[in-house]
């Protein structure tokens, strides 16, 4: 799910940025530190702006300049018993992979209908109940996520495709209109 954040981050300029475009480094130098990370709880997505710029504080025998930055950031949050689409990333005889943005799931085989079977001779390695569902690498999955577990810099997923509507999903270019 998303949301709207606001943050705290101390931004250090050196010396040589200190000027009359310093709000421009620290809005630079915060985009591109802050943007596209994980903090093991959420990902954020994107920084909205700016609010408040602390004044400068110098460090002690470095010569650099600390700033606190707050801002607010649109952040993903997964949460336990959200469906999700995600592409399968790899096929294994006990599960498979789903890519689901910046979250690496695993849907284990006692999470997957009984049947839809795990078929080894196949090129490439799939799950199949050897009639529409097919289940491969680059499938856009539909699953739901049962446990959450973050790390630093790192989030992990476990999911079932056990229910209904959820498992393989035709991508947009697959779809009938009639």
């Known amino acids: 799910m998303f949301f709207l954040h606001d943050m705290e981050r101390i931004i250090s ?4 940025f200190l000027g009359p475009n310093v709000t421009n480094y620290l809005t630079d130098k915060l985009l591109n530190d802050v ?8 990902y954020i997505v ?18 650099h ?3 606190t930055m707050h801002f607010r950031a649109v952040v ?7 469906a999700l689409d995600g592409i399968v990333d790899q096929v294994l005889d ?6 689901i943005g910046p979250l690496d799931t695993f849907v284990p085989t006692q999470m997957i209908p009984s049947d839809v079977k795990y078929d080894g001779n196949a090129t490439p390695p799939q799950f199949t ?25 790192k989030m992990y997923a476990l999911a079932t495709i056990k229910e209904d509507f959820l ?9 009938f209109i009639d």
């Open 13 to 16: 300029l050196h010396p040589s």
């Open 35 to 42: 943007e596209g990370t994980n903090t093991g709880h959420y």
């Open 46 to 63: 994107c920084v909205l702006d700016t609010y408040d710029i602390s004044d400068g504080r110098v460090v002690p025998g470095s010569g």
């Open 65 to 67: 300049a600390e700033y």
């Open 76 to 82: 993903w949050k997964p949460f336990r018993g959200e």
């Open 94 to 99: 006990s599960g498979f992979f789903v890519k």
């Open 129 to 153: 109940d050897n009639q529409d569902q097919v289940i491969e690498k680059g499938t856009h999955v539909r699953v739901k996520l049962k446990g959450i577990r973050g790390e630093v810099n």
């Open 167 to 175: 498992g393989s999903v035709f991508a947009t270019s697959q779809c």
